[in-house]
Nanobody, 120 residues
Framework: QVQLVESGGGLVQAGGSLRLSCAASGRTFSIFAMAWFRQAPGKERAFVAAIDWNGSNTAISDSVKGRFTIFRDNGKNTAYLQMNSLKPEDTAVYVC?????????????WGQGTQVTVSS
């Protein structure tokens, strides 16, 4: 019903920045809350950030607060994760999610993920 495609991942040095994009299919993007999760090899999937349908409410993990921001452009059917001051511990596959309610765990649709690697 909804397809999510992430882009913007890559290799960056510690202290650098990346902006991840999540493009959603269909005309109903604006009704969904959007979120970002990340998963490193051998570790559990972890919540990163989320934003509600109109951008009025956001949630950000303490581990990235002050460095990452989440925002969206409903006219482009796209959500973004701006990542600054990157650290090697941020290395993971970053996955976009969408759902009718902003949560830190449960969403209805998931993307395939994009790799972020931060070198020291």
């Amino acid at each position: 019903q909804v397809q999510l495609v992430e882009s913007g991942g890559g290799l960056v040095q510690a202290g650098g920045s990346l902006r991840l994009s999540c493009a959603a299919s269909g005309r109903t993007f604006s009704i969904f809350a959007m979120a970002w999760f990340r998963q490193a090899p051998g570790k559990e999937r972890a919540f990163v950030a989320a934003i509600d349908w109109n951008g009025s409410n956001t949630a950000i993990s303490d581990s990235v607060k002050g460095r990452f921001t989440i925002f969206r452009d409903n006219g482009k059917n796209t959500a973004y994760l701006q990542m600054n001051s990157l650290k090697p511990e941020d290395t993971a596959v970053y996955v976009c999610a969408a759902g009718v309610v902003l949560t830190k765990s449960s969403y209805d649709y998931w993307g395939q993920g994009t790799q972020v690697t931060v070198s020291s």
